[in-house]
């Protein structure tokens, strides 16, 4: 079993930087038989959670919603378990709740369905 733990949230003004990680324990990835993939969800109030960003683990390519495009980046440390996203430029419309997810990379990376493993949630709030 995988469990995920986030961190780095927090408040920032509008055109700040905030980075959030996300370190996954109990299994690592590679012992896994299959490729695995891990994304970052958000969820602000009223609104459903949606697709931020995704990275297959092994191969690296990353995958962005075209709402943070420029703005965000994803990546991992594979000696650490951990996947980061780092956020620039951050705008009042990017405050929600921010969810780490993993799952089995079957290459539907927008969608929550192919995440198995979520994190609690880390709150980013961006002021204007």
């Known amino acids: 079993q995988v469990q995920l733990v986030e961190s780095g949230g927090g408040l920032v003004q509008a055109g700040g930087s905030l980075r959030l990680s996300c370190t996954a324990s109990?299994?690592?990835?590679?012992?896994?038989?299959?490729?695995?993939?891990m994304g970052w969800f958000r969820q602000a109030p009223g609104k459903e959670r949606e697709f931020v960003a995704a990275?297959?683990?092994?191969?690296?390519?990353?995958y962005y919603a075209d709402s943070v495009k420029g703005r965000f980046t994803i990546s991992r440390d594979n000696a650490k378990n951990t996947v980061y996203l780092q956020m620039n430029s951050l705008k009042p419309e990017d405050t929600a709740v921010y969810y780490c997810?993993?799952?089995?990379?079957?290459?539907?990376?927008?969608?929550?369905?192919?995440?198995?493993?979520w994190g609690q949630g880390t709150q980013v709030t961006v002021s204007s």
């Open positions: 990275i297959a683990w092994s191969a690296g390519i990353t």
């Open positions: 997810a993993a799952g089995s990379d079957s290459g539907t990376y927008y969608y929550t369905d192919m995440y198995k493993r």
């Open positions: 109990g299994r690592t990835f590679s012992s896994y038989a299959n490729p695995w993939a």
